[in-house]
């Protein structure tokens, strides 16, 4: 059965305390300086207020930082209303000077907020709660969403794209020397877990299937599957997008339970162990960047996704600054009866005309009908669709698209988007210039089904199971390969120094057993992280139902 809360056990030596009391009882011993760092929408308040009867001295950094007129020149200046350059400021930029404290006749002295750790301390700390939060507080209106603006109404594209790679560097570099780690989300019941228990549990971690925390969210073209047959999310209007497994925002829950259990980031698994996670080849081509993802894409009961493209490298790096770019792929997990795939532009479509009719609709509400310019596969259920960056493409309304991609995700070009009006009435954004501008006009017409939409090729195979290959193109840097196994088959792999990615596409799930003795048991739907380090492993089958399991990998 899939499971909402995947949850991993903290290494033995790793120590978890949860409830105030014992976060308390954990402070450092006086005389110390402690900084607590961590993102804006952690409640700082109430935890200075939680903390203020061990300390006579309370020193909030956001106190300290530039005026906002100052701040709001840092990271993205250009005048671009949907997308930014991603900001490469470090946090101190934020501040106009930064505190001096020491501690009075032998006290403790908290330090925290936002780049606490930028003062002089003896001991550190990282306050976090998950960026969905933040990207919640930013669509509700919360003041204070935005890094060093803690008295304004938040922007959402500052969140995105300069906000979050300043705090992500400012967090990874560090990483190796925290203190303790404390998992904000209830602020009521905070976990602590302490810095080298932390560091052990990545370790541990980073040499065994790993799974992280799935969620959806809500959006206009959101369909029901996930509500209906997942749970996720009953009380919202639909599930769109499901992240299984988007690695700068995908979290590991570590615990021994669901009251003492903190989520740790899965993006600092990468850069704590770059080489046993990605691989020593494919760390050094990302950095620590894992740079492939698993998400859903939820139109069942819903409608039809805007018809968009993605940039392509040499303008994703210039304009955007991603140093590699956002390649696709729809695994059709379930296809409606009728659904439809856009895909590729038509060997008579006219960019021109094309052009024309985008800005109509854009400017004028008129309404157009894309397949005049752009191909409409049938969702075949089981089928991959190859989606280059510069592909025009969408999922059509009624399908369960396994998304399986290069991990940059902000940069949806849209050309059309039904004439569709946001949660709020008002028109969805259409960045039309950007997907022009990157729009691929040389393969259309038969190319497009030839090369786009393949047919699997067998790599390999054995008695009761096969591995195809559904999907490799040249100008990408993954390929999708699927496992079929026959009920209670078993099939042997090795991740020979690169990580795989894993989802049960069809039957009732998969054992992964490795050489090292895990087993973790994958369930239909459910996204698993095979590190590099793992080397061979072994698939069973599970259930009366034979099973098909997706696995992409960098070529």
């Not at 750790?117 to 990282?126: G, I, Q």
């Not at 849209?414 to 569709?420: G, V």
Request: aromatic share 10%.
């Amino acid at each position: 059965m899939y499971r909402l809360d995947p949850r991993h056990a903290p290494a033995p030596q790793a120590a978890l305390a949860a409830g105030w009391a014992a976060v308390a009882a954990h402070l450092p011993p006086a005389p110390a300086v402690l900084a607590v760092d961590g993102p804006p929408t952690v409640d700082w308040d109430l935890l200075a207020t939680r903390l203020a009867h061990a300390t006579d001295t309370l020193v909030d950094v956001r106190a300290h930082y530039a005026p906002p007129a100052e701040v709001r020149r840092i990271g993205d200046t250009d005048d671009d209303p949907y997308f930014g350059s991603l900001a490469r400021n470090p946090l101190d930029d934020l501040f106009a000077t930064l505190p001096s404290p020491t501690p009075h006749d032998g006290g403790l002295v908290i330090v925290y907020g936002p780049g606490a750790a930028l003062v002089d301390h003896d001991v550190l700390w990282y306050a976090d709660v998950p960026k969905r939060y933040a990207e919640a507080a930013a669509a509700a209106g919360t003041p204070g969403t935005n890094l060093g603006l803690p008295a304004e109404k938040p922007d959402l594209k500052r969140l995105f794209y300069t906000d979050w790679p300043m705090l992500d560097r400012h967090r990874d570099t560090l990483a190796p020397r925290l203190g303790a780690w404390l998992d904000m989300q209830d602020p009521e019941h905070p976990v602590w877990i302490d810095g080298p228990g932390l560091r052990a549990t990545y370790a541990q971690l980073a040499r065994g299937p790993v799974r992280t925390r799935p969620y959806f969210n809500s959006t206009p073209w959101g369909g029901h599957w996930a509500q209906n047959e997942l749970g996720f999310n009953p009380e919202a209007s639909n599930t769109a997008l499901g992240y299984e497994l988007i690695a700068p925002e995908a979290g590991i829950l570590v615990g021994t339970g669901p009251d003492a259990q903190a989520e740790v980031p899965f993006q600092l698994m990468c850069v704590l162990e770059p080489e046993a996670v990605l691989g020593a080849d494919v760390h050094a081509r990302f950095g620590a960047s894992f740079p492939i993802r698993f998400d859903y894409l939820d139109t069942v009961g819903g409608g039809n996704l805007s018809l968009h493209c993605h940039p392509k490298e040499p303008y994703m790096r210039a304009r955007f600054g991603w140093p590699y770019t956002q390649h696709e792929t729809y695994y059709m997990t379930l296809g409606g009866d009728g659904a439809k795939v856009f895909l590729g532009l038509r060997e008579d479509a006219d960019v021109d005309v094309f052009r024309k009719q985008v800005e109509q609709a854009a400017t004028h509400g008129v309404p157009m009908d894309p397949e005049d310019h752009v191909h409409a596969f049938p969702a075949e259920q089981g089928q991959l669709y190859m989606i280059p960056a510069g592909t025009p493409h969408a999922s059509g309304a009624g399908n369960l698209v396994l998304e399986i991609s290069a991990t940059p995700y902000l940069y949806s070009l849209r050309f059309y988007d039904w004439l569709r009006p946001d949660a709020d009435g008002n028109p969805r954004p259409l960045p039309y210039e950007h997907g022009f501008a990157n729009l691929e006009t040389g393969r259309r017409g038969e190319a497009i089904a030839r090369d786009l939409v393949p047919r699997p090729r067998t790599l390999r195979e054995g008695e009761g199971w096969r591995e195809e290959v559904v999907g490799a193109l040249d100008e990408m840097f993954y390929e999708v390969r699927r496992y079929a196994l026959d009920t209670g088959a078993e099939a042997d792999d090795d991740t020979a120094g690169r990580f795989h990615v894993l989802n049960v596409v069809e039957g009732d799930g998969v054992g992964v057993l490795t050489e090292a003795g895990d087993r973790y048991d994958l369930a239909f739907a459910e996204t698993l992280t095979v590190p590099a380090a793992v080397g061979p492993y072994r698939l069973s089958a599970t259930g009366d139902r034979p099973v098909r399991v997706v696995k992409a990998l960098v070529r």
